[in-house]
């Protein structure tokens, strides 16, 4: 179910979507290496909703609902354009006790330089060493049950992975080591077990080189994957890239929610009220 106001960004999401699509199709890989990029600003937002903060404000960096910006101490200056983005409605099954969406709503965010006032808080940037981010990467592929281990016998490659193991080239730089460590930790999250997994070795490879990237993007670092071509994701067919972004887009978050340092700001919209019944809104997705 989709009310008017959202049906309207959710027509303004597949326009969006189709100018993309037009690039790529074009063989034009910039426009869909800013999107990754812009992923690792918005880890927390589905693919699409980030899809949509990128094509209303392409310069955006930091954003939130009305009053949580209030919370914050900061306020929007008057007249400022808001960012709309859907946001799902969920109800509490009985039996369960599990969420379920039912709807969608559009819901309204906007920009840190459409806000004035309280300093926010930050991380220090990380430029060539990711610092404390690589013993974190570390720690998590640990909980996640996967051996990581180091050889000199690699041949051409700088890390290896499969069946729960990860082996990276000895005597890597801490920059080169926690690139090459997200990258395989994408092969292992999505590459393995899970059902939809491109039969396309290049896709593979461009997916986890995906989430590498948007991974370092998110603490500061330079990728070693910067240059890779994403147009590679597509295979001739919009659902192929969109399932290849789903899949870039869940990994990338969940490794970036656990490996950074400081989260700067939340960057959910700002609720409605309640719905009657058992109905609530969620957060932002």
């Known amino acids: 179910m989709i009310g008017m106001d ?30 990754l990029a812009m992923l690792a600003r918005f880890y927390r937002y589905s693919w699409g909703n980030v899809l949509l903060i990128g094509v209303q404000f392409p310069a955006a960096q930091q954003v939130a609902g009305y009053r949580a910006w209030q919370r914050l101490g900061r306020q929007v200056r008057q007249g400022e354009k808001a960012i709309r ?32 006032g309280k300093r926010l808080p930050t991380f220090a940037e990380i430029r060539g060493d990711p610092g404390l981010c690589l013993d974190r990467l570390k720690a998590l592929v640990a909980r996640k049950g996967i051996k ?50 491109p039969e396309s070795r290049t896709v593979r490879e461009t997916e986890a080189e995906a989430v590498a990237f948007i991974v370092c993007q998110a603490i500061g670092m330079e990728s070693g994957s910067a240059s890779s071509d994403y147009v590679q994701l597509y295979q001739g067919k919009k659902e192929t890239l969109v399932a290849s972004l789903e899949r870039i887009q869940r990994a990338g978050a969940e490794i970036i929610a656990d490996i950074l340092p400081v989260t700067p700001a939340p960057t959910t919209a700002n609720p409605p009220s309640p719905p009657s019944g058992r109905e609530r809104p969620a957060e932002a997705a």
């Open 6 to 35: 959202a049906s309207h960004t959710q027509q303004m999401a597949a326009q969006a979507l189709d100018r993309l699509m037009a690039e790529v199709e074009a063989g034009h890989s910039g426009q869909l290496k800013a999107y």
């Open 85 to 116: 983005i859907l946001a799902p409605i969920v109800r509490r099954k009985e039996l369960d006790d599990q969420d379920t969406v039912v709807a969608f709503r559009s819901a309204s965010v906007f920009d840190v330089s459409q806000t004035e």
């Open 148 to 197: 990581l281990s180091y050889s000199g016998g690699l041949g051409p490659a700088d890390g290896l992975s499969g069946g729960g193991q990860i082996v990276l080239r000895s005597g890597l730089d801490a920059a080169a080591e926690f690139s090459v460590l997200a990258h395989e930790l994408a092969h292992e999250m999505l590459h393995r077990k899970e059902q939809g997994t």
